[in-house]
């Protein structure tokens, strides 16, 4: 009995540097579709009394409120990168890709958005970086922005594999899709990665497997949802990390990511620990999310790309 409450005692801080901690209260909320009404510079709610607190330079606010929710500009991101040298820098942050000149259009501004629900935790992120070029950057096979810039840089994962897209692996994610391409035949390809998570002072270094839905793709947004066993940490035979993370086109070369997750117990909570666990991958979730916002900003600035 007494290993087991030292156990207990021991577990969050084990969670604190798998997870790094971040302060934030949880508060309840409501789920379901995400309607969104773009237009203007003030949020606009297309049909319900719910509200969402956020800069005015968003363009549209959720029906449904989150459980929690925090809001980067890409003013406020801003990561250390003094690990690598400036012409590895470079190299990395050019793999962003050129411009996109559809991208510097306006929107529409009658447009409305059916968005889906987002998972139990949420940030939103503004990214100085076009929709179309992101979309590249993320979705296409023949970049290596998020494996190498991203997974490696930014998140410090080591042994990154990755496999393409079971189906259109070729088209997926390109600004311009060849004439007769139904784009909602990509709706639901998927693919997996694979990647080595850094060690921590109370843990080991742990191997990840992730599997990526590409579960809405237009010209207007596009959504991943991706599951990520860690069988190596605490407990992670009895949970999965769900999250999401949508695109969502601003125009004027700007977008906007909705990143969310949630943990997924397929056979069940550890007794007492879904608390903990929920929390532990809150907090590191959205730091990790931040790392993302954080270094596509400063890849988009930094060297004028």
């Not at 992120?125 to 979705?139: N, S």
Request: glycine content about 10%.
């Amino acid at each position: 009995m007494r290993m087991l409450q030292v156990g207990l005692l021991i577990l969050p801080l084990i969670y604190a540097k798998l997870f790094p901690k971040q302060d934030e209260e949880d508060a309840t909320g409501s789920s379901g579709k995400n309607g969104y009404l773009f237009g203007g510079d003030e949020p606009s709610l297309a049909g319900s009394d719910l509200s969402l607190d956020s800069p005015k330079r968003s363009l549209y606010s959720p029906l449904g409120s989150p459980r929690s929710i925090s809001h980067f500009n890409f003013d406020d991101c801003s990561i250390e990168e003094s690990t690598i040298d400036e012409a590895s820098r470079v190299e990395l942050c050019g793999l962003l890709g050129p411009t996109v000149p559809i991208d510097d259009n306006d929107i529409d501004p009658e447009r409305f958005l059916t968005l889906p629900e987002n998972l139990r935790d949420k940030v939103i992120i503004d990214l100085p970086v076009g929709y179309h070029r992101t979309r590249r950057a993320f979705l296409t096979s023949s970049s290596n922005f998020w494996t190498d810039s991203i997974l490696i840089k930014a998140l410090g994962y080591d042994d990154v594999n990755c496999t393409g897209w079971d189906r259109h692996d070729e088209i997926i994610g390109l600004p311009d899709h060849p004439d007769g391409v139904n784009m909602k035949e990509f709706i639901g390809a998927t693919k997996t990665t694979s990647y080595v998570m850094p060690a921590g002072k109370l843990v080991g270094s742990s191997v990840a497997t992730e599997t990526t839905t590409l579960s809405d793709y237009t010209d207007d947004f596009f959504v991943i949802q991706m599951k990520t066993s860690t069988p190596g940490v605490p407990f992670g035979k009895k949970f999965l990390a769900k999250t999401q993370i949508i695109v969502v086109n601003l125009g004027h070369n700007q977008c906007q990511m909705i990143c969310s997750v949630e943990p997924e117990f397929p056979h069940g909570p550890p007794l007492g620990m879904k608390g903990q666990i929920t929390k532990g991958m809150k907090a590191g979730t959205m730091e990790m999310f931040e790392k993302i916002g954080s270094h596509i900003k400063n890849c988009a600035t930094s060297y004028g790309w």
